[in-house]
């Protein structure tokens, strides 16, 4: 899991956060994070789950699990997302596509 520290750092930088500033989303000391970070320990599950939640990826691909293109929405804000969203909703209105249809939205 060597990948998880450098992604989980990644995305951290990404979205303008410190150290400190993300172990008080999840309830962990900056020390906690630095240590994930360097892969010196690792998250218990549910704050694995709690982060990819977070960065709105799965978390396969925090573990580093999965190669290939990055998750559409990886790396966007909440409201971001809720933009997106919308316009495949009105994209289906607009086309007669089913908001019962698999893709999820």
Not at 14 to 39: C, D, P, W
């Amino acid at each position: 899991m060597e990948r998880f520290g450098v992604s989980l750092r990644k995305l951290r930088e990404e979205r303008g956060l410190t150290q400190k500033e993300m172990a008080a989303l999840f309830g962990v000391n900056r020390a906690t994070i630095s240590h994930y970070e360097g892969n010196l320990s690792y998250p218990t599950a549910d704050i694995l789950v709690n982060m990819a939640n977070f960065f709105h990826i799965t978390v396969d691909r925090l573990l580093g699990r999965t190669e290939g293109a990055p998750e559409l929405l990886e790396g966007l804000t909440d409201e971001q997302i809720q933009s997106v969203k919308e316009i495949i909703r009105q994209y289906r209105l607009l086309n007669g596509v089913s908001l019962e249809d698999d893709a999820p939205c």
